[in-house]
């Protein structure tokens, strides 16, 4: 089992659309979160950071749950410029440093 | 100009050959990294360092060597390249990790390696 896992996608939707990410972590000793964006052939941007009470940012919605070990995101009135990939990442500072990252999910956003 | 920069951005090489792939960075943190990218697996850790002489093996270090020059530098170094090597690499830094830091990862745009 991967230790981070994201939904397989890809993921085709009409402007205006809502989409949901998921996302689940195997080690509950995890302490930070993150969506990371990356577009064709570039590198990855952070989106947003993921906390434990929700956070919100403009379109964007981001929620942990950390008792069942999972991590969304939701894009709302989707845009064509929101077609990326959307990486899922976990910290942990259990027995050193680690940052895992998900396989990410590809979003289309089509008109 | 990029905070982050990577050079190469592009190589082609031959099995066995050595190649260096080099980082440096305007931010002034002192965590650097170094990932790879192939599809479908996401990126992966290779070595990354919390300081000049900080030096740390990531998930997938065989085959790979680092060093840290300097801050703002960090290379990775294929001894003997071969083709499964064959992937878009990633530095990135990050801040402390102290109060107020923010944990986030900051990219170069990558150095696509074929190794033929």
């Known amino acids: 089992r991967k230790e981070v896992e994201q939904d397989p996608g890809p993921f085709n939707v009409p402007e205006g659309a809502t989409v949901a990410f998921n996302c689940t972590y195997s080690?509950?000793?995890?302490?930070?979160f993150f969506w990371y964006r990356q577009d064709c052939r570039k590198e990855p941007k952070l989106l947003m950071s993921?906390?434990?009470s929700g956070n919100e940012d403009g379109r964007f919605t981001a929620q942990l749950n950390r008792a069942s070990q999972y991590i969304s995101l939701l894009i709302r009135d989707s845009k064509l410029s929101d077609s990326a990939t959307y990486l899922c990442?976990?910290?942990?500072?259990?027995?050193?440093?680690?940052?895992?990252f998900g396989a990410g999910t590809r979003l289309f956003v089509k008109a | 100009d990029a905070d982050v920069t990577q050079t190469p951005r592009n190589r082609i090489t031959k099995t066995g050959k050595r190649i260096m792939l080099e980082c440096s960075q305007t931010?002034?943190?002192?965590?650097m990294y170094w990932y790879r990218q192939d599809p479908g697996l996401g990126l992966r850790l290779i070595y990354y360092?919390?300081?000049?002489?900080?030096?740390n093996k990531g998930e997938i270090s065989d085959g790979y060597s680092v060093s840290r020059q300097a801050q703002a530098k960090f290379s990775l170094s294929l001894e003997s390249a071969i083709p499964n090597q064959t992937a878009l690499y990633f530095c990135?830094?990050?801040?402390?990790?102290?109060?107020?830091?923010?944990?986030?990862?900051?990219f170069g745009e990558g150095s696509r390696l074929t190794v033929l």
């Open positions: 990442v976990v910290n942990s500072y259990t027995g050193g440093f680690k940052t895992i």
């Open positions: 931010k002034g943190h002192d965590r």
């Open positions: 080690n509950s000793a995890s302490q930070s």
């Open positions: 993921v906390y434990s």
């Open positions: 990135a830094t990050s801040d402390s990790g102290l109060a107020g830091a923010t944990g986030e990862l900051f």
């Open positions: 360092s919390f300081d000049v002489k900080d030096i």
